[in-house]
């Protein structure tokens, strides 16, 4: 037990760090999943994750596997798509989710583009799929910060955010905040995504946000135990995952993923709050 | 009396289409004042209008006593997500934006006072419940408490009793006539005349135009009603520009 539990976190620092940078992903990812599912908004995360690319991809085709330049060029581009399809929908007849697929189809393909021209295979791999073991310092702090500071952002935003999303035209009736508050969320899920592409690279980085929160929902009939529940499921994702990752051989972000994915399959059977198995053998109804 | 709200030549609509053509007129302080007319009207422009969220096209409202954003304002068929889960309790608590605002604290004089606005609405007991339980008539019930909340002097209320029971609709309506008692403006969109007549004092006949607007008895003439048929017509996509004066 001890040897496959806990020795792999004490003998090798490269596993503390993918263990700390990956609770920093999902205890951050979690709330701001939790928002994505109940604005309906699951698929647009998953867009914009891939509307990073050609930005990181510029900053590695500028200054080479850059920390700064990379996480700077996928910040910039995932706004710009998020600003450019919200525009694009407004102003023309496409709706939103149409012109979102259009740009981050181009964006996604336009991104291993520019990485092939340039790096090889590896570099590829490493962009579409991240490193989770191979954090450094300053990679670290990066993902420590953005977490700290979507925590406070969701703070900040929290009311504004809930009525935003049950009830828009109150808030539209009583105060200016809704359109600030849509543009500071989406402000932090890029800022998310930027932090999971380091992790878990362009296509999994959106896994520890939207995979917790989805099982949350199936659990908990109210936006703080959700949250709670989204970041439990999201920590023990990553030290399962790193664990089992170890233990097999097998690459370590995609199988923190596929641990998600396997509480999410359990949350969809047992959840307390809309699971299968409570549907299908309802209990006896009550008097009144 | 004193006005609340001047309407000047007021013309609304979208897209240049006026669905409101150039009205004019003042409601009272503590007026409770119906808005009548059929279907495509423009009542539920004129309330958006008063309410802030549509700019004219022409002419102006002025609110004398509050600004938009402190209106109540209760739309037709409220868009709200029955999914989200939030509770009774909580929904009606967002009366309180405009003292509590993002940071603001909900103390136990504002829980007493939303406990109390439950309460006065008929749903003891219920504030624990998500909203996606609730029935149509208690969702109703409780964005009237949430009016309750927010404590406005002018209240807006677009068809606050369609689909809804006679027992749910009287209670309602015994709740817009506190309101009146406690001297607030309240205007409300109905379809039912027999209501209108009953408990509102004053009516607006709109049929895109103003038909009449004054004491209920007066307004809701036969002859007015059958006018304000007549005058809804259909919308004209090559409408000329509209030469009235301004």
């Not at chain 1, 490193?131 to 009311?159: K, Q």
Request: hydrophobic share 55%; net charge neutral; aromatic share 6%.
């Amino acid at each position: 037990m001890f040897d496959l539990f806990i020795s792999p976190f004490q003998e090798f620092e490269f596993m503390r760090r993918a263990l700390v940078g990956g609770m920093a992903l999902a205890l951050s990812g979690a709330p701001v999943g939790v928002f994505l599912v109940l604005r309906r908004m699951s698929l647009t995360g998953d867009a914009m994750a891939h509307a990073i690319l050609p930005g990181a991809a510029l900053g590695y085709l500028f200054a080479g596997l850059s920390l700064g330049a990379m996480t700077a060029g996928g910040f910039a581009a995932g706004l710009l798509v998020a600003v450019a399809s919200g525009a694009v929908a407004r102003a023309t007849s496409l709706r939103e989710d149409a012109s979102l697929a259009a740009f981050y189809l181009v964006s996604l393909a336009l991104g291993v583009t520019i990485v092939s021209l340039k790096g090889t295979s590896i570099d590829l791999l490493h962009v579409l799929f991240g490193n989770v073991l191979a954090l450094d310092d300053a990679t670290l702090i990066l993902l420590a910060s953005i977490a700290s500071l979507t925590m406070l952002g969701l703070a900040a935003l929290y009311r504004s955010l809930v009525i935003e999303t049950v009830d828009p035209n109150f808030l539209a009736s009583v105060s200016r905040a809704g359109g600030p508050t849509q543009i500071a969320f989406l402000i932090l899920v890029v800022m998310n995504l930027v932090a999971g592409f380091q992790a878990l690279g362009t296509l999994l980085a959106v896994g520890l946000m939207m995979l917790p929160a989805a099982s949350a929902r199936l659990w908990a009939n109210d936006v703080p135990g959700m949250i709670a529940v989204g970041a439990g499921v999201g920590a023990a994702s990553v030290y399962v995952g790193l664990v089992a990752s170890f233990a097999s051989g097998a690459p370590s972000g995609p199988v923190i993923i596929l641990v998600a994915g396997g509480f999410y399959a359990v949350s969809v059977i047992f959840g307390r709050a809309g699971g299968l198995a409570r549907q299908m053998r309802p209990r006896q109804h009550l008097e009144a | 009396m004193t006005a609340v709200l001047r309407l000047q030549n007021l013309t609304l609509g979208y897209d240049r289409h006026p669905a409101v053509h150039h009205i004019g007129g003042e409601v009272e302080a503590g007026d409770l004042l119906a808005i009548c007319g059929p279907n495509g009207a423009g009542k539920s422009t004129l309330l958006k209008g008063i309410a802030g969220a549509l700019k004219p096209l022409g002419g102006s409202i002025e609110r004398v006593a509050c600004a938009a954003r402190d209106i109540a304002y209760l739309p037709q068929a409220a868009e709200i997500d029955r999914t989200f889960p939030v509770n009774v309790f909580d929904m009606v608590s967002m009366g309180f934006w405009r003292q509590a605002g993002l940071f603001g604290g909900i103390g136990t004089g504002r829980k007493r006072k939303v406990m109390d606005a439950i309460h006065a609405v008929g749903l003891d007991g219920l504030e624990d419940r998500a909203i996606g339980t609730l029935s149509g008539g208690q969702l109703q019930r409780m964005l009237f408490a949430r009016i309750m909340v927010q404590d406005s002097a002018v209240i807006l209320l677009d068809e606050p009793l369609t689909a809804l029971d006679t027992r749910t609709a009287d209670d309602l309506v015994s709740i817009v006539e506190r309101w009146q008692a406690q001297g607030r403006t309240v205007i409300a969109v109905l379809h039912d005349m027999d209501l209108v007549r009953r408990v509102f004092p004053k009516t607006l006949l709109l049929a895109r135009e103003l038909v009449a607007w004054g004491a209920t008895f007066d307004v809701l003439s036969p002859s007015n009603l059958q006018r304000a048929r007549e005058m809804v017509e259909a919308f004209d996509r090559n409408a000329e520009d509209c030469m009235r004066a301004a």
